[in-house]
């Protein structure tokens, strides 16, 4: 078994940063990457960005690309998501994720975070 904790969602501006974390604990020698999604309300949930533990290669989705980084602390089993310009089209609730391999399609995740809600209001 594997548990996923998110932290660090919240209320933030538009053009405001924000700072997620997701610690993995359990049997996490089971999975080569982790990553974050997002589901925003009546919407289908989507990739934002992974990472593999191996080497740290990373991929970002293209909506944040140049917004969003992706980093790891292979000591802390711990990733981190730091999102800077943030609009209000990135409200959503973001989960942390691990699977096998590093991927963008949410059917191949093997474990899911409870989510952290971001909203981005004025």
């Known amino acids: 078994q594997v548990q996923l904790v998110e932290s660090g969602g919240g209320l933030v501006q538009p053009g405001g940063s924000l700072r997620l974390s997701c610690t993995a604990s359990?049997?996490?020698?089971?999975?080569?990457?982790m990553g974050w999604f997002r589901q925003a309300p009546g919407k289908e949930r989507e990739f934002v960005a992974g990472?593999?533990?191996?080497?740290?290669?990373?991929s970002y989705a293209d909506s944040v690309k140049g917004r969003v980084t992706i980093s790891r602390d292979n000591a802390k089993n711990t990733i981190y998501l730091q999102m800077n310009s943030l609009t209000p089209g990135d409200t959503a609730v973001y989960y942390c994720?691990?699977?096998?391999?590093?991927?963008?399609?949410?059917?191949?995740?093997?474990?899911w975070g409870q989510g952290t809600q971001v909203t981005v209001s004025s």
């Open positions: 994720a691990a699977a096998t391999v590093l991927t963008s399609r949410p059917e191949e995740v093997d474990y």
């Open positions: 359990g049997r996490i020698f089971r999975f080569g990457a």
């Open positions: 990472i593999r533990w191996s080497g740290g290669y990373a």
